[in-house]
């Protein structure tokens, strides 16, 4: 098997830091083209530069601002990139925000930012990538969930529903598709040093998993052959804090 991903095409929703940066990182240094989305066009631009810095041979990088819970954006950003890269193969959703506090405190808005963008964010780009991954005989979708969504704890309830929904959305959706070629996976990471939620980027660095191993993961994952669907990964640290 090549350990190469050379002329594919990769979409990265929440692409520009964290988790999606270091998987974005990881598919272009090994040959894919990657797009990647964002709310944010400063911190897009950023990204884009970094990958175009170690990006491998050809790749190339698309950058879109766009929010997943708006499906026309959503929409706008897998027609285009498929339409300048002549389509895709892996489409990596991982674009996804957390609100904590217990049920009593949270506003109906923060409970609706949470599902609308973890799981009907997620909804709207596999909706509109599937037939583009038909078209190319098949792919994969690699879905970023929470080993949260098997554990919950208080004063996380919309997350952590928001996960458990987006698990079995996934099981789901990888029986309708298995037929079409199209490979579903669902990763469930513990603990990532990341910005994620207002954390200062890298706390806990000392015994959290960082974004590149999560990102190796996909990367090994999307080197399996034909035959193998690992259709639900588990990354936790090490050895967790006490």
């Known amino acids: 098997m090549s350990n190469s991903l050379e002329g594919q095409v990769a979409i990265v929703t929440g692409g520009s830091r964290g988790i999606g940066l270091a998987i974005a990182a990881a598919l272009i240094q090994k040959g894919a083209h990657v797009a990647i989305s964002g709310i944010k066009k400063d911190h897009l631009e950023?990204?884009?530069?970094?990958?175009?810095?170690?990006?491998?041979?050809?790749?190339?990088?698309?950058?879109?601002?766009?929010?997943?819970r708006d499906h026309l954006a959503v929409q706008s950003l897998v027609d285009e990139t498929a339409r300048r890269q002549g389509g895709i193969d892996i489409l990596v959703n991982n674009a996804g925000v957390g609100w904590f506090g217990s049920v009593e405190s949270q506003g109906h808005d923060d409970w609706r930012r949470v599902m609308d963008t973890n799981v009907t964010g997620i909804f709207n780009c596999c909706k509109a990538a599937i037939p583009h991954l038909r078209q190319r005989g098949g792919g994969w979708i690699v879905n970023i969930s929470s080993l949260s969504s098997t554990g919950p704890f208080p004063g996380g309830a919309a997350y952590v529903a928001s996960k458990a929904g987006l698990n079995a959305f996934s099981d789901a959706l990888m029986q309708e598709l298995r037929d079409d070629n199209i490979r579903v996976t669902t990763v469930l990471p513990g603990s990532v040093a990341t910005g994620f939620s207002g954390r200062a980027p890298g706390t806990g660095a000392d015994w959290k998993l960082l974004p590149e191993d999560v990102a190796q993961a996909i990367s090994d994952l999307l080197n399996h052959h034909a035959r193998s669907l690992p259709s639900r990964i588990e990354i936790r640290p090490s050895r967790p804090k006490k």
Do not use: T, W
Request: glycine letters at 8%; hydrophobic letters at 65%; a negative charge.
């Open 46 to 68: 950023q990204a884009e530069a970094e990958l175009i810095r170690v990006a491998a041979g050809g790749a190339r990088v698309l950058i879109f601002v766009a929010d997943v």
